[in-house]
């Protein structure tokens, strides 16, 4: 039973380029978390998303980042017109049901030259 | 707003020593309650969960954790450690009925052989 699928486990941007950052849940989960991990800090929420649905966007910056889970495929982050303070591991977590655990991806090590 | 202090950052301890890492969370209402662990080059992984009932949770590998819900702590403990265990540790919260999880800023342990 794969677990939570993320890729590229490392992506390297100039500024001004877009990110775009890919999750695929565990098996059966249709719930999906977003989150950021930034040098020497926690990880923080950023997005809950259901399929085609966005739930709780309230850790999300307002400008330049957006998410999506369509019917089919993975999960989307997607980050327009990076700046070198969005360098940080971004992490993904899935969940069967609501308030069920979150499992958590591999992460992607974004690097903004 | 949910919050979650770790207090230790960085823990040395020899193999078989004791560890205890502290957890403390600030929310009016009812949590759940997690630990999870990171291993040098690994994704998060889940060490044990409180959702509810017993205080006293075990986890994998030796681990447990107490909810002392008078002290809003919820802290780790093994009782001998091996230098398998270094890793970093993060506590993580979230309110029962929401879906977004906070996490501390976590503790990096480091066991010496």
């Known amino acids: 039973n794969a677990g939570v699928m993320q890729n590229p486990r490392h992506l390297v941007r100039r500024r001004g380029q877009e990110a775009r950052l890919r999750c695929s849940p565990m098996?059966?989960?249709?719930?999906v978390y977003w989150y950021r991990q930034l040098p020497e800090e926690g990880l923080k929420f950023m997005v809950y998303?259901?399929?085609?649905?966005?739930?709780?966007e309230s850790g999300m910056p307002k400008e330049r980042f957006s998410a999506e889970f369509p019917k089919e495929g993975p999960s989307i982050l997607r980050i327009q017109q990076v700046v070198r303070g969005d360098s940080a591991a971004y992490f993904c977590?899935?969940?069967?049901?609501?308030?069920?655990?979150?499992?958590f991806g591999p992460g992607t090590r974004l690097l903004v030259l | 707003a949910q919050s979650v202090s770790q207090h230790n950052h960085h823990v040395i301890l020899s193999e078989a020593a004791s560890l205890e890492l502290g957890c403390n969370y600030s929310y009016g209402g009812t949590v759940n309650l997690f630990w999870y662990v990171q291993y040098p080059g690994q994704h998060l992984q889940l060490l044990l969960k409180?959702?509810?009932?017993?205080?006293l949770v075990k986890g994998i590998k030796g681990f447990e954790a107490e909810f002392i819900k008078s002290k809003f702590s919820f802290n780790l403990r093994k009782p001998s450690v091996q230098w398998s265990d270094t890793a970093e540790y993060f506590c993580a919260v979230n309110a029962r009925g929401y879906q977004k999880v906070t996490f501390g800023t976590g503790t990096k342990l480091q066991v010496i052989p």
């Open positions: 409180y959702f509810s009932g017993d205080p």
């Open positions: 977590a899935s969940s069967q049901e609501r308030q069920e655990t979150q499992y």
């Open positions: 998303l259901q399929k085609e649905n966005i739930i709780d």
């Open positions: 098996k059966g989960h249709s719930h």
